[in-house]
């Protein structure tokens, strides 16, 4: 499977400040970046699909303008959490796909608590 | 919305076999993943079904038809590091590549 990253693991923020979560395809031509929320003990819940040089598409509820997606190469792309609030703390995981693929291989994951 | 629906816990004791059981609704469906993460982890990729069978990949098998809405995947010889969480992960036809997640079955491999 394609190898994916994602930086930071972890971060610690304070209340209003703005967090920016990179996911990085190391081995594999992601045309399709999806991010994803999950809550403790939930399942993860899909946030926003992202395609390279496109605008995101969000799901129902989830705000665009509090989570910022961009998608500018096949290897990159970045989430950025604008004023975080604590209900915002959560883990938050990237997959990749490509062109024709239907499997998605996932990042480790970033757990951002929100101060 | 979609409706995935997987037990919430299960209980098995090392060397011995379980099956988590998978139901979902077959209208649009495109193809059936389940996905292993254990606690404070990523998901990593087990299993992709789109035809109805079995798909054996050594201790872990997966089975679906398309039919009954219906999956289950099988884990065998249990071994203490299978303690995890089994996702259960749908796509859709519509729905490009996007994947609908089951709750997760927390699996717990004892002594």
């Known amino acids: 499977g394609a190898v994916v990253s994602q930086h930071p693991s972890r971060v610690i923020c304070k209340s209003g400040t703005s967090v920016k979560i990179e996911c990085r395809s190391l081995?594999?031509?992601?045309?399709?970046m999806f991010w994803y929320r999950q809550f403790p003990k939930k399942s993860l819940m899909l946030m926003a699909t992202?395609?390279?040089?496109?605008?995101?598409?969000?799901e129902q509820g989830v705000e665009k303008d509090k989570f910022l997606i961009n998608h500018a190469s096949l290897t990159l792309s970045t989430l950025t959490v604008t004023s975080a609030h604590p209900e915002d703390s959560s883990f938050y995981i990237c997959?990749?796909?490509?062109?024709?693929?239907?499997?998605?291989?996932f990042g480790p994951g970033t757990r951002l608590l929100v101060l | 919305g979609q409706n995935i629906d997987q037990p919430t816990e299960m209980t098995a004791t090392e060397g011995a076999i379980v099956q988590i059981n998978c139901t979902y609704q077959?209208?649009?469906?495109?193809?059936l993943f389940w996905y292993q993460q254990h606690a404070g982890e990523a998901p990593t990729f087990l299993s992709y079904?789109?035809?109805?069978g079995l798909e054996e990949k050594g201790r872990f098998s997966s089975f679906l038809s398309r039919s009954k809405g219906y999956s289950y995947l099988l884990l065998k010889e249990l071994q203490m590091k299978d303690s995890a969480s089994y996702l259960c992960?749908?796509?859709?036809?519509?729905?490009?590549?996007?994947?609908?997640f089951g709750g997760g079955t927390r699996v717990l491999v004892k002594p």
């Open positions: 997959s990749i796909t490509g062109t024709g693929q239907e499997t998605q291989y």
């Open positions: 081995d594999f031509q992601a045309t399709t």
């Open positions: 992202s395609n390279e040089g496109s605008k995101a598409t969000y």
């Open positions: 077959t209208s649009g469906f495109n193809g």
């Open positions: 079904n789109v035809l109805d």
């Open positions: 992960a749908q796509a859709l036809k519509a729905a490009g590549n996007k994947l609908t």
